[in-house]
């Protein structure tokens, strides 16, 4: 009952999309008119009624402000209905679960309930006179430029009392019914759909008011023009709608998600569509890469080497050889510009300008400034990437946490989820799975009950909490070390064979694949020893346990990176033979290396991991249970990945196309494992913030990470004097400023660009400031997020309080009536004993 009186049919929405008739003065002076007299005409019977009231009241020592502070209390529909109503139950129920009649009139004068029932038969004589001006514009009034008293009633409709309810049930339907005609199609949908009556007598009103209107819109009444048009919109909508449709159809792997989806939850279908966030990402960079730096780098090739390697295969692993002398990596971009001839059909002809002038075609050249292109194209795709991430996070923000409780979702989820659209067999049993399987996870989340334990439990499980994280920690620090000496080891093995002469090609190049696998091996092996750890925590959410899983991943990753790039950054930069070689090279086949080698190994897990274990579950231990999709381990690989791509930009321009070519076998890989080989979480859970906390740490850890290493190598590292755009200079830096020195030798008059340059550039204050004011924006802008949510969530608990003071309201209402009624039956029975 509180649910039901929290229904307002005056709600915005309910009210939307309405035209007004605002500009009829003349109509609005007459309703105005109309409700004048209506007060004058009703004053004197108000009045009366106020005297009669303060009569009864004073028998029973009560006073009559209460019922004159409500705003919806009206006292002629009181005079209306004073007489009793006999009850249909005994006494003895519960007062609460049914209303009687007389309590259902009061609900229905309540404000919540009531739209002003006085003025009904305004609206009538409103829409009568108005009804003829309103033909000639081709509009119709819209609900909400009423006032709250001038809308159609259905105030005691349905509550008289069984001796004369046929007549004035009959009577109260006509008004209705002449109110509900008078609307618009789109109003009177909305009138009927927000009144508080059944099924069966909504449609009796809706048949009601077509019958009567049949005949006024009869076709053969509608001009040829009118139809004509009513045609070209209805045709126009139904293209507009079809090439929605074809579009939203396009979207990529729209099917695929919606089985995963409904199969597996809200959890496993989070980890593909940060796959396919990714995947976007990644396709940005490549365009903007091979648009500005490799395209014209293909076009005009430089001079190779006469001693290049023959392509052998090992390269497609260890990204070295053939591929070194390729557009793939650094080593092989010029450092001068690039200039192209321009000519025309005719071969050298003239071409006149709009001048009048002419210019030969071949003395004409086209430059292209290779280092110059090379530096803020790196610099322009990070920053887009940047405000994408930053604009992706703020919005996923906004969506997640929004505060939806479940036990008032669900019973919309129950009745408001159907598409009845869908006719498809394949479709309707698509959306049943999701359907059930969002259901579940409410449920689950409505049923979710805090143990209360006691104090030596709470000890127990901080012994154990404590245990399992000295245990993961530990791990990870033994993993660090190791791999910080076993990369210095792999270093000097590599210096001692760059000395003594080579002695087999194909050996060395393979010897070069032994610090990828070894990480990728550690990438692999760990995540299981932090589930067993949370085994042994025994988390009783199972969100809490992904999260959980998540940070231990993400310290074992992140680690990893740093010892990473410390020996890219750190050893192999500033070795004086490899910066004589091509040092950036070097790195960039390094990356192509653990980025081959990190999807080798998610293929390794896929198989050995869910489809073998599936397979020894199902024929040797004969249970039909199956592994479980680990979300955190997959979700972290995804991260680790894209972080390695990020750092690979500046060294391998065409690493995000490799990125892109590993992601869309992943994305099909890991869809068909997880249909055969996984099977639903135990518990089931609902996830809404969990693609906030991938696109969080995708933009925080991983691209913070990367964009500090790569500025780093470009203001601070000398790059290699014999290979790359940017040899023979003290940084990679340096090739803006050394552009600004050649404008303004050739034009004096662009020195004001030379000092900017140096101002606003070269010093490092003001990329502080910029990325100290970036800061601040998110801060802020997270704040007010917050700020959002706490006052939602105030107003979600207002509503409720004013349910249950409505409820309580009702349940006084009632007793009060069962006090009235009391004394009437012992009358009666003493009469009838008599």
Request: aromatic share 10%.
């Amino acid at each position: 009952m509180a649910r039901n009186a929290n229904l307002d049919l005056n709600h915005p929405l309910m009210e939307a999309g309405l035209e007004s008739p605002v500009d009829e003065e003349g109509v609005h002076d007459s309703f105005n008119q109309l409700i004048e007299e209506q007060s004058q005409s009703e004053g004197l019977s108000d009045a009366y009624e106020l005297q009669e009231l303060q009569r009864q009241l004073d028998d029973e020592g009560r006073d009559i402000v209460p019922y004159l502070s409500n705003p919806g209390h009206d006292l002629r529909e009181r005079r209306q209905r004073g007489r009793e109503v006999e009850w249909a139950d005994d006494e003895d129920r519960d007062p609460g679960e049914r209303w009687s009649s007389a309590t259902m009139k009061i609900l229905s004068s309540m404000p919540s309930r009531t739209i002003g029932r006085s003025r009904g038969a305004i609206i009538s004589q409103y829409y009568n006179r108005t009804m003829q001006l309103r033909r000639r514009k081709q509009s119709r009034p819209a609900i909400r430029d009423f006032s709250r008293s001038a809308r159609p009633s259905i105030r005691g409709y349905g509550m008289e009392d069984s001796t004369d309810a046929e007549g004035a049930d009959v009577t109260k339907r006509e008004r209705l019914v002449n109110n509900l005609q008078n609307l618009s199609v789109n109003d009177r949908v909305r009138m009927l759909r927000a009144m508080p009556l059944s099924v069966a007598e909504k449609s009796e009103l809706r048949r009601l008011a077509l019958q009567k209107e049949r005949p006024t819109f009869s076709g053969s009444q509608i001009p040829c023009c009118s139809r004509l048009k009513y045609y070209i919109i209805i045709a126009v909508r139904q293209s507009w709608y079809s090439w929605l449709s074809f579009l939203h159809s396009l979207q990529l792997w729209q099917v695929a998600l919606k089985r995963v989806s409904g199969r597996f939850g809200t959890g496993v279908l989070s980890y593909f569509l940060f796959l396919k966030t990714l995947l976007f990402f990644n396709l940005f960079l490549f365009l903007v890469m091979g648009a500005f730096m490799v395209l014209p780098q293909a076009v005009h090739p430089p001079v190779l080497p006469s001693d290049r390697r023959s392509f052998s295969g090992l390269e497609l692993l260890t990204g070295a050889g053939y591929f070194s002398d390729t557009v793939m990596y650094y080593g092989y971009y010029c450092n001068y510009t690039i200039r192209g001839h321009c000519r025309d059909d005719g071969g050298g002809q003239n071409i006149s300008v709009s001048n009048g002038t002419t210019l030969d075609c071949v003395t004409k050249h086209l430059s292209y400034n290779m280092p110059l292109a090379y530096f803020f194209t790196i610099v322009l795709a990070f920053f887009i990437t940047c405000i994408i991430l930053v604009y992706s996070m703020s919005k996923s923000f906004g969506q997640s946490f929004r505060i939806d409780k479940s036990h008032s979702i669900l019973a919309v989820k129950v009745l408001c989820s159907w598409d009845f659209k869908v006719i498809k067999k394949t479709s309707v049993k698509l959306m049943s799975e999701n359907i059930c399987t969002q259901l579940k996870e409410l449920l689950a989340e409505v049923n979710h009950k805090h143990v209360k334990n006691t104090l030596c439990q709470k000890l127990w499980r901080l012994m154990v909490h404590c245990l399992a994280w000295a245990i993961c920690i530990a791990s990870t620090i033994a993993c660090v070390i190791g791999i910080f000496f076993f990369s210095q080891f792999m270093h000097q093995d590599l210096q001692n064979r760059a000395h003594s002469p080579p002695k087999n090609h194909l050996l060395d190049e393979a010897s070069l694949l032994a610090l990828p696998v070894v990480v990728s091996l550690i990438n692999l092996l760990m995540p299981g020893l932090f589930n067993l750890a949370a085994w042994m925590e025994d988390y009783q959410s199972p969100s809490v346990c992904t999260y959980v899983a998540i940070g231990r991943n993400l310290m074992l990753k992140v680690s990893v990176l740093i010892v990473l790039c410390y020996h890219w950054l750190g050893r192999v930069a500033n070795d004086s033979h490899m910066t004589h070689q091509c040092w950036e090279s070097f790195v960039g086949q390094e990356l192509y290396r653990f980025l081959l080698m990190d999807f080798i190994f998610t293929l390794l897990d896929t198989l050995l991991g869910e489809f073998l274990w599936r397979l020894f579950s199902t024929k040797v231990l004969k249970r039909k249970r199956k592994p479980v999709f680990d979300i955190a381990r997959n979700v972290l690989d995804l991260i680790y990945g894209q972080t390695l791509a990020w750092l690979g930009v500046l060294f391998t321009p065409l690493l995000p196309a490799v990125q892109i070519l590993k992601l869309l076998l992943l994305f099909y890989i890991k869809k068909s494992s997880v249909m055969m080989n996984c099977q639903n979480p135990r518990k089931p859970y609902r996830v809404s913030q969990m693609t906030t906390i991938f696109i969080t740490l995708l933009c925080f850890p991983s691209f913070l990470g990367a964009s500090v290493c790569v500025t780093y190598t470009m203001w601070s590292i000398e790059p290699s004097s014999s290979c790359g755009p940017f040899r023979g200079l003290k940084t990679m830096f340096q090739a803006g400023k050394r552009w600004v020195e050649e404008l303004e030798k050739d034009n004096p008059n662009l020195s004001v660009l030379a000092r900017a340059h140096s101002y606003l550039v070269e010093n490092p204050f003001f990329l502080f400031v910029g990325a100290g004011i970036f800061l601040i924006v998110i801060y802020f802008h997270s704040q007010v997020v917050d700020g959002q949510r706490k006052i939602i969530s105030l107003l979600q608990e207002q509503i409720e309080n004013e349910g249950e003071d409505k409820k309580f309201l009702i349940t006084r209402l009632q007793s009060i009536h069962e006090q009235k009624r009391t004394p009437t039956q012992r009358l009666s029975s003493q009469g009838s004993s008599c």
